[in-house]
C-alpha cells in the first residue's frame, strides 16, 4: 500500500469513529417510524432481507443477544407477516455451529414455501488448522421452523488476506434456489497464496451437498477472481458471473466472467466474458424475461464509483442494456440482498455512503425504478449516520420497499437491526 493510500485508510478511520461516536441510533432523513427487529442488547449486525411469493419479510442477522462481547455471534432469524410493521421474537438458527465464531456475508433466499439462510464462518480445529466453512438452514415450512444448521462441502483452508481502501480482495458468497428446492452455492475463496477462485456445490435437499467445482481457473496474483452472484433462470439453466480483478482497487476491477449449467449445476461451461457489463459484480437476478445485473464501476481512482443495473436478453452472454442507478466517492460493498425486484418490474437498490472524500451527506441511500430497471428516481437518503454493515432492502408484490440496516451507534454492543418503510 502506498503512503498516500495509507493516509486516506487512517483518515476515514478517523472519520469513522468519530461519526459513530456522534451518531444517534436510529437517525432518520425521512418520516416512516422503523421497527426494531433484533431487541437485544448484544450487537447486532450483517442483515440480510428478502420477501417472499407471500408477501412475508425475512431477516437474518448476526447477533449476541446480552453480551458486549463483540468478537462472537450467532445467527438470528425473524419474520414479519404484515409488511415490516411488526416482527416475530428472534429464533437462533447457528445452535450447535456457532461456538466461538463470527458469522459473515450472510445471504437469505426462498422458493415457494423453502427458505435458506447461509454464512461464513471461520472453524478453528487446533494446531493451525483453520477452516472457511459456509453453513446453512433451511425451511420448507415458509419459515415457520428450521432445520438444524449445517456445514456445506464448501470448506477451506483459512488464509489471511488484507484488505484495502476501495476494494477488499476478500471472500464472497452467493445462494439461489431452484424450482424443485435445490439449493446452489456460489462461492469466491482464496485457494492459493494471494489467489482467488470461484467454486459451485448443488444440494437436492438442503442436506448432502456435491464436491465442489472450481468454475473458474485462476492460478496467479494477477488477475483473480472477485466477487460473484448466481441465479436460476426461467428454463432451469443456472447461471454463475464473477468479477475478475487486476489490482487492489474498484478502478481495477473491470472484467466480468460468466459460466453456465443447463443440467442443474452437474456441469458447467468453460468462463466466458460476459460483454457491455463492468466492474464489481454484486447481484444478479431475472427480471421479468430479462436477466439483470448490479455492479459498480469506477474510471480511475480519484472519480466516484458509479452504481449500475445492467440487462440481458440473453440469459446473461451480453447486458447491453444499462442504466445508473447511483454514484459514490467510495466502495459500497454491495452485495445479494442490496436489490430487490418484484413481478411487476419494481427494482430498489441500496448501499451505505461513508467516504473520507467530499460527497454525498453520510448515510443509507434507496433509488427505486417502477419501469423493470430501465430508469431510477433520484437515490435518497434514506437514514442519516456512518454505518459499518451495508444495508439490505426489500421489494413487496404491492411495490412496497423496505430497508432492513444495523443502526449507527457510538457503542457496538447496542447496535439493533431495523425495518423501515422508504417507498
Not at 437462533?92 to 466461538?100: A, F, K, P
Not at 433451511?138 to 470448506?155: H, K, Q, V, Y
Not at 418484484?342 to 451505505?352: F, K, L
Request: one cysteine or more.
Amino acid at each position: 500500500m502506498s503512503t498516500s493510500t495509507s493516509h486516506r485508510f487512517i483518515a476515514l478511520g478517523i472519520v469513522l469513529v468519530a461519526a459513530l461516536s456522534a451518531a444517534v441510533p436510529g437517525a432518520f432523513a425521512g418520516g416512516h417510524t422503523p421497527t426494531n427487529v433484533s431487541n437485544a442488547s448484544g450487537r447486532s449486525s450483517s442483515p440480510a432481507a428478502i420477501v417472499d411469493s407471500s408477501g412475508a419479510i425475512h431477516v437474518i442477522w448476526a447477533d449476541n443477544p446480552g453480551s458486549d462481547d463483540t468478537t462472537r455471534q450467532q445467527v438470528f432469524y425473524s419474520v414479519s407477516s404484515d409488511g415490516g410493521a411488526s416482527f416475530s421474537a428472534a429464533s437462533r438458527l447457528s445452535t450447535g455451529v456457532d461456538d466461538d465464531v463470527q458469522p459473515r456475508e450472510l445471504r437469505l433466499a426462498s422458493s415457494g414455501d423453502v427458505v435458506v439462510a447461509a454464512w461464513w464462518a471461520v472453524i478453528d480445529e487446533g494446531a493451525d488448522r483453520e477452516f472457511l466453512t459456509a453453513f446453512i438452514a433451511r425451511s420448507e415450512d415458509g419459515g415457520a421452523s428450521f432445520a438444524a444448521a449445517i456445514p456445506t462441502s464448501l470448506r477451506f483452508r483459512n488464509r489471511i488476506t488484507a484488505p484495502k481502501e476501495g476494494y477488499s480482495n476478500t471472500t464472497s458468497l452467493a445462494i439461489a434456489i431452484g424450482e424443485a428446492g435445490e439449493v446452489f452455492m456460489l462461492a469466491t475463496v482464496q485457494d492459493y497464496f494471494h489467489g482467488f477462485n470461484v467454486y459451485f456445490a448443488r444440494s437436492p435437499d438442503g442436506i448432502t451437498f456435491s464436491v465442489p467445482e472450481r468454475v473458474s481457473d485462476y492460478s496467479l496474483t494477477i488477475p483473480r477472481a472477485g466477487s460473484c452472484a448466481i441465479s436460476v433462470l426461467p428454463a432451469g439453466d443456472v447461471v454463475a458471473f464473477w468479477s475478475e480483478a487486476l489490482g487492489d482497487f474498484v478502478d481495477e476491477v473491470k472484467t466480468i466472467y460468466r459460466v453456465v449449467s443447463k443440467d442443474g449445476g452437474r456441469t458447467f461451461s468453460d468462463p466466458t466474458r460476459v460483454a457491455k457489463a463492468r466492474g464489481v459484480v454484486a447481484g444478479v437476478f431475472p427480471l421479468g424475461n430479462e436477466l439483470a445485473l448490479l455492479a459498480q464501476t469506477q474510471r480511475g481512482p480519484r472519480t466516484n464509483g458509479v452504481i449500475k443495473l445492467f440487462r440481458s436478453t440473453d440469459a446473461g452472454e451480453t447486458f447491453p442494456r444499462r442504466a445508473k442507478a447511483g454514484s459514490s466517492p467510495a466502495y459500497v460493498h454491495a452485495h445479494q440482498s442490496s436489490v430487490a425486484a418484484n413481478r411487476s418490474g419494481t427494482v430498489a437498490i441500496a448501499w451505505t455512503e461513508n467516504s473520507s472524500r467530499p460527497g454525498p451527506i453520510e448515510g443509507l441511500y434507496v433509488t427505486i425504478s417502477r419501469d423493470g430497471g430501465r430508469t431510477f428516481g433520484e437515490a435518497q437518503r434514506t437514514v442519516d449516520g456512518l454505518f459499518i454493515d451495508p444495508p439490505s432492502v426489500t421489494v413487496g408484490e404491492d411495490g412496497s420497499v423496505g430497508l432492513v440496516y444495523a443502526t449507527s451507534s457510538s457503542s457496538l454492543s447496542s447496535q439493533e437491526i431495523y425495518f423501515r418503510r422508504v417507498d
